[in-house]
Each structure stands twice: as structure tokens, then as C-alpha cells.
């Protein structure tokens, strides 16, 4: 017998945040949308720490994604509160702004150099000394050496916001195909569709992928179209704050040691996330001792109350990477399919804004003016030949 098929108006490859928010934001205009993925709501999410870093992580070069970034910080509480009135879940959306710290005088130099570029952005961020820094965190370490305070710097727990995600998908009406994509299906030079693991096809006038590291190896799509999308992993830990230690933290705490980064994200109800290692390793998720080693030792270096805590859970993700950081949004030159991947250390942030400009894909096939930077097309052949020395 031959599997059955379904046709929908546009099909999302891949249900982690970004293809959930895509599809929500779809069928809310009244697109008949379906999403293929076997656990929808998996995903980076379940690893990632949910930092709003618009301005913590701003580097240089990356004027368009701080824009970008910056438009969907802005959108943050009313794509949240939208998201709690129409599920119930609380998204654990939290404006408690972020302290970035120095231990050393190498350390100082590296954030004040990130302070200046702030700066330069018109972004806002406070310096202060080790001994402010200990007023608003009493936790940290004595040595201290100095501070950026960044109040517009927030936080939300990913597992929450992708539940919601999909219960919000659920309640518009979008169909969930819990299997593998095997195969884009392209009928005429057009992408058509999807043959799932078990033969069975789901035919769209419409295709996204979303489908996060997993985007750049989908069997079916043109070499050229691809995207270049590669694997970068994570390794993150989950503590819990006792009553008797709490509020361990009231504000996210990063900082650079000896080189890797480190962050604490201090949830409401009394998780502690420490992330996270930064791995070009391929599709490897293993949890090792050193990664582990690694981020307690830093954490403890800011922290050291740290080894009191109960170690709930360590986990590996991967982040999909792009060429330049930022992610690939819009049409390809396949008709019929846009891309919605390549968010890196940026999907939980770039969600609201991803489904938005989605949203305007696939009503009008043309990125909004915001998003247009985020085009594929920027890493075609020809375009990359166009570019300055
Ligand atoms: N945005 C933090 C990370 O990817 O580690």
C-alpha cells in the first residue's frame, strides 16, 4: 500500500523555536500550515540558556545583526505576553538585566573595549568597580577587578517559550508531521514538498527550512541552495539555587576567563543555568568531563559559592553556525523555498523578529526591509565575488 500524502499551504522543515514561531506566524495569517519534525518543540532550545544579549554579544562587523537583534529585544514582551494570553504558559520572560565581569586586568581591557564599541552603537551600558559590581551581586568573588552593568539585557527559558510555541501552533490549526524530512521534493524546478522516513509525502505551495544544524544536509536540495550552515557545539550546565542560598544571583553574570566565555542565567524558579563550551566538532553532543571541568572552574572563578549547588544536568546542543554569525532568512533561488536557519548564538533572541519577517515571506515573497540584510542570496557564487577585497 502506498503512504498516504497531505497537502498544505507552507510546510516548515523542522520544529525548534524558529520553525515553530514561522508556522504560528503563518497560520495566523491564515495559511493552512503544516511542520515536519519528530519531536516538535526539541531543538537547541532544550539546551540553550535563553540570554536576550543583544548588547552583551554585540561585536564588530555585525551592524546589520545588532539591528536585527535589537528589533526582536524589542518585541520580546509583547510577543510574550501574546504567547502567555493564548496558552497559559509563562514563558519565564525575565527583565533582569545582565552584569558583565572582569577578574583580571586582561579581562578589563577586553570590556572596555566592548564598552567603547557600545558606545559607539548607542547602545547602553554603565562601567563599574569590582565593589559595585559586588553591591549588586554580593556572590561574586572578591577580586573583582570592574563591571558593565547592561540593563536592557534579558532573559527567557527556552523549553518554556518552545511548549508554548507549540500549543500557540497547535491552537491555530497547524498540522504537526512527528517524523524525519528524508527528502525536499522538487517537481519542475520548484520545491514541492517533502518525502517523510516512511514513504508517505507532504506536498505544499510553499517550503521552509528550519531544520537549525540539521538545515545544511537535507537530501533534495540543489548544491547551490543549500545553505552553508554548519554545527557548533554547546555544552551547558543546570544547577539549583536551595531556598537557604537564594536569590544566589539576581541578574545574568558573564564574563571571558582565560578566553571562554561563561554565563549564568539565574531563572525565577531557582534554576541556574552555566553555559557554555563553544565546540567545532561536528555532529558530536557528547557531555565531557572537560567541558564540565571547563565551565565550573570559571564559574567558580566568579562565583565561588557555585560548588555548594545541587548539579542538576549537563548537556551538549549544537548551534547552527553561519559564514558571517547571522541567520539566513527568505526566499532561495529554488521556487518555493525560503530558509529560515542559521541563527547561531542567536535563535531564542531572533525568534519574534524570525517570525515576523517569515510571516511577510510567505504572504508576499519579499523579506521585510528590516531582514533584507539576512538574505540567503548573500552567499551566492556571484555575490560573494562582488564583495570588497
Ligand atoms: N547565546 C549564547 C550561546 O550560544 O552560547
Same mark, same amino acid.
Given at each position: ?8 499551504d507552507?510546510l ?6 524558529i ?7 503563518a ?5 493552512a500550515?503544516?511542520?515536519?519534525? $519528530?519531536?516538535p ?16 554579544e ?13 528589533? %526582536? ?5 509583547d510577543f ?33 573595549e ?6 559607539? @552603537?548607542?547602545?547602553?551600558a ?9 553591591? &549588586? ?5 572578591p ?13 527567557i527559558?527556552p ?5 508554548? +510555541? ?12 512527528? %517524523? ?8 519542475r524546478?520548484?520545491a ?22 540539521? %538545515? ?5 536540495? $540543489?548544491?547551490?541552495?543549500? $545553505? ?10 543546570? &544547577? ?37 563550551t ?9 557531555? /565531557? ?6 565551565? +565550573?572552574?570559571d ?22 553556525g @553561519? ?10 533561488? &529554488? ?5 529560515a536557519?542559521g ?10 523578529? /524570525? ?35
Amino acid at each position: 500500500m502506498s503512504p498516504t500524502s497531505d497537502t498544505a499551504d507552507v510546510l516548515v522543515i523542522g520544529g525548534g523555536v524558529i520553525g515553530l514561531v514561522t508556522a504560528w506566524r503563518a497560520a495566523q495569517r491564515g495559511l493552512a500550515t503544516a511542520v515536519v519534525d $519528530p519531536e516538535p518543540g526539541g531543538g537547541a532550545a532544550q539546551v540553550a540558556a535563553g540570554m536576550l544579549a543583544a548588547v552583551s554579544e554585540v561585536h564588530h562587523g555585525e551592524q546589520p545583526l545588532l539591528a536585527l537583534s535589537l528589533a %526582536s529585544a524589542r518585541r520580546y514582551p509583547d510577543f510574550a505576553a501574546e504567547l502567555t494570553d493564548l496558552t497559559g504558559h509563562g514563558l519565564g520572560y525575565r527583565r533582569c538585566g545582565t552584569l558583565a565581569i572582569a577578574l583580571d586586568a586582561d579581562d578589563r581591557a577586553d570590556l572596555r573595549e566592548l564598552h567603547a564599541l557600545q558606545r559607539q @552603537s548607542g547602545l547602553e551600558a554603565e562601567w563599574l568597580s569590582g565593589r559595585e559590581c559586588r553591591r &549588586l551581586e554580593p556572590m561574586l568573588a572578591p577580586g573583582v577587578r570592574g563591571g558593565l552593568r547592561i540593563d536592557g539585557d534579558h532573559q527567557i527559558d527556552p523549553r518554556r517559550l518552545s511548549q508554548a +510555541l507549540v500549543t500557540a501552533c497547535e491552537l491555530a490549526g497547524v498540522v504537526f508531521h512527528r %517524523s524525519w524530512a528524508e527528502r525536499l521534493s522538487v517537481v519542475r524546478e520548484r520545491a514541492a514538498g517533502v518525502v517523510l522516513r516512511d514513504g508517505a509525502t507532504v506536498s505544499a505551495g510553499q517550503v521552509v527550512l528550519a531544520a537549525g544544524s540539521l %538545515s545544511g544536509r537535507l537530501a533534495g536540495v $540543489p548544491d547551490g541552495v543549500l $545553505p552553508p550552515v554548519r554545527p557548533v557545539k554547546g555544552q551547558v550546565l543546570r &544547577l539549583s539555587v536551595p531556598e537557604r542560598y537564594a536569590p544566589f544571583l539576581s541578574r545574568t553574570v558573564r564574563a571571558v576567563v582565560r578566553g571562554s566565555h561563561v554565563y549564568l542565567v539565574p531563572r525565577e524558579d531557582g534554576e541556574l543555568v552555566v553555559g557554555a563550551t563553544s565546540e567545532e566538532l561536528g555532529w558530536d553532543t557528547t557531555v /565531557t568531563a572537560g567541558g564540565v571541568y571547563e565551565l +565550573l572552574r570559571d564559574a567558580h572563578e566568579l562565583l565561588p559559592g557555585i560548588s555548594e549547588l545541587p548539579l542538576t544536568e549537563t548537556r551538549a546542543g549544537l548551534r547552527p553556525g @553561519s559564514p558571517d554569525n547571522a541567520p539566513l532568512l527568505g526566499p532561495t533561488e &529554488l521556487a518555493g523555498l525560503s530558509l529560515a536557519t542559521g541563527h547561531y548564538r542567536n535563535g531564542v533572541l531572533l525568534t519574534p523578529v /524570525t517570525g515576523d519577517a517569515m510571516a511577510h515571506v510567505l504572504t508576499t515573497g519579499e523579506l521585510p526591509e528590516e531582514a533584507r540584510p539576512f538574505t540567503p542570496r548573500r552567499f551566492d557564487a556571484a555575490a560573494l565575488v562582488e564583495q570588497p577585497a
